[in-house]
């Protein structure tokens, strides 16, 4: 089992910037992905940003040059650099981990990031 726990939403006014952090416990496989998802119209999720163990990056085009994702695999700890932030960004942010070998897809219980105009 694989938990995550996220922390650092909360409430900015727009163009401001917030840090999120999300610690992984548990049985983490050596190669994983981990990632940002915010929620979309019809209850689907949105993809933010990934990062994997040997830092492959990808961004959402909404993200694209104002959020910065980054890890510490030491702590196994990913995170999430909002510049810029706009009211549109607002949203619950949860983590994902992913194991590369398939054997687990996770989840955190997400932190509400709110941006006022």
């Known amino acids: 089992q694989v938990y995550l726990v996220e922390s650092g939403g909360g409430l900015v006014q727009a163009g401001g910037s917030l840090r999120l952090s999300c610690a992984a416990s548990?049985?983490?496989?050596?190669?994983?992905?981990m990632g940002w998802f915010r929620q979309a119209p019809g209850n689907k999720r949105q993809f933010v940003a990934s990062i994997t163990t040997s830092n492959n990056i990808i961004y959402g085009d909404s993200v694209k040059g104002r959020f910065t994702i980054s890890r510490d695999n030491s702590k196994n700890t990913v995170y999430l650099q909002m510049n810029n932030l706009k009211p549109e960004d607002t949203n619950v942010y949860s983590c994902n981990l992913r194991d590369v070998y398939g054997t687990g897809d996770y989840w955190g219980q997400g932190t509400q990031v709110t941006v006022s105009s």
């Open positions: 548990g049985r983490i496989a050596g190669r994983n992905v």
